[in-house]
């Protein structure tokens, strides 16, 4: 049972350029999420799903897109990657009305963009 | 504006003793708390969490109090064991309606355990 599995670990990309993170459960979760990590800062919800075909917007969601086709998947695409994008991101799921158990997060993805 | 915030950046304690980690909140309409440790290099890891309609929940080593009225809340970890070092984070969520698992986590407390 792989969990969370978030890809690539690491990533520098030049500002201007685009990309894809992605994050897949094998935990059949309804719910997915996107957080960012900055220093001094905790996590911020970038991106969130309940569902297939559902997304809504967090609390930092500018310059970046989701989309949610399947239960398993939910990649976030940055689109024109700027330094102050430069964090470290998190994708996280849960079973629906799981708040009791928690999220399960990914290992993280370190993102420089220079 | 920081609707969760965890004053301490740090907390030291020695192997054995309590741990207490606290956690203070301003958005009256959160209904659930979460806590989370996290190591370096890795994600958040669940530890526990409670629902606004109990002021206490236990697993193990870990409880949590819930202070409604001040808006406060606190992770007791007794003892305390080395391999508990590492950032928590609490992290609040609406339990109901359209905002139900979005979760606002406070900045981290860095938690050290000397053997």
């Known amino acids: 049972n792989a969990g969370v599995t978030q890809t690539p670990k690491f990533q520098v990309l030049k500002t201007g350029q685009s990309m894809t993170l992605q994050c897949a459960q094998d935990?059949?979760?309804?719910?997915m999420s996107w957080y960012r990590q900055d220093p001094g800062m905790g996590l911020r919800l970038i991106h969130y799903?309940?569902?297939?075909?559902?997304?809504d917007q967090g609390e930092v969601p500018n310059g970046y897109n989701v989309s949610r086709s399947t239960t398993e998947d939910f990649p976030l695409r940055l689109l024109s990657a700027a330094p102050s994008q430069t964090s470290v991101y998190f994708c996280a799921s849960s079973r629906a009305q799981g708040l009791r158990y928690g999220y399960t997060f990914g290992s993280g993805t370190r993102l420089t963009v220079v | 504006d920081q609707q969760v915030k965890q004053n301490s950046p740090s907390l030291s304690v020695q192997e054995g003793r309590i741990s207490i980690l606290n956690c203070d909140y301003t958005?009256?309409?959160?209904?659930?708390f979460l806590w989370y440790k996290k190591y370096p290099a890795e994600g958040p890891t669940f530890l526990i969490s409670?629902?606004?309609?109990?002021d206490k929940n236990e697993d193990g080593r870990f409880t949590v109090f819930l202070n409604k009225s001040a808006k406060h809340l606190s992770l007791h970890i007794v003892p305390s064991q080395p391999g508990d070092s590492a950032v928590y984070f609490c992290?609040?969520?609406?339990?109901?309606?359209?905002?139900?698992?979005?979760?606002?986590f406070g900045q981290g407390t860095i938690l050290t355990v000397h053997p």
């Open positions: 799903s309940v569902g297939a075909g559902i997304t």
């Open positions: 958005n009256s309409m959160f209904d659930y």
């Open positions: 935990m059949n979760h309804e719910y």
């Open positions: 409670i629902s606004s309609i109990k």
């Open positions: 992290a609040a969520s609406v339990a109901g309606g359209t905002s139900y698992g979005k979760l606002t």
